[in-house]
């Protein structure tokens, strides 16, 4: 007791210093933390921005109603595209001596809306392909802005040769189908003439 007692001023000092680092480690651990939550705060909004944010695409596909080639400008996001314009890496042809530029949707577009398509027939098959046939894959850029002004651009990359040899396999199961469908009637025509004769 009496060490105590003498050496109470130093054993005074030393919880001071003790309660000190606590603290200090304390207001380091309390100044982490806050920064962890700003940098939460700030990815939920990137990540509300990036979810909410328009997604313009350039496609080109086959009608297969039609059997006819078209363009297509789509919006998946969930806000509206504005002043949208298609730029190309090198001239695609409807007709031989036809580029697309003469086209709408090469012109741009004022806006698109959330999940919204713009379509443009394009040509028949035959002859825009064989107008492309040195052209395997169109590239480009699609750039657009959302309605706060913020730029964005999307790659354009078309592979023209396997959409064409698509439409070449669905034109043949086609006639495949067709085939088939004539040889059942046969078929049946003869059975029928068959049951007529018994």
Not at 96 to 114: E, I, M, N
């Amino acid at each position: 007791m009496e060490w105590l007692q003498q050496n109470q001023a130093a054993i005074e000092v030393l919880l001071a210093a003790t309660t000190l680092l606590a603290m200090s480690v304390v207001i380091y651990l309390n100044y982490k933390a806050e920064m962890l939550s700003e940098l939460a705060i700030q990815e939920t909004r990137r990540a509300r921005e990036q979810e909410y944010r328009p997604y313009v695409y350039f496609q080109v596909y086959t009608d297969n109603r039609t059997r006819a080639v078209n363009f297509r400008l789509v919006n998946r996001g969930r806000s509206v595209a504005r002043n949208i314009q298609l730029n190309l890496d090198h001239p695609v042809y409807v007709e031989a001596d036809k580029t697309v530029d003469d086209l709408a949707v090469f012109q741009g577009l004022s806006f698109l809306a959330p999940q919204g398509e713009f379509e443009e027939y394009a040509g028949f098959p035959n002859s825009f392909f064989r107008a492309n046939e040195d052209l395997k894959v169109i590239t480009g850029i699609v750039s657009y802005e959302d309605t706060s002004g913020n730029q964005f651009k999307s790659s354009v990359r078309v592979p023209l040769q396997v959409l064409h040899q698509r439409m070449s396999f669905e034109a043949a199961d086609f006639h495949a189908l067709v085939e088939s469908v004539e040889d059942i009637e046969r078929v049946m025509q003869r059975k029928a003439i068959a049951n007529m004769r018994k």
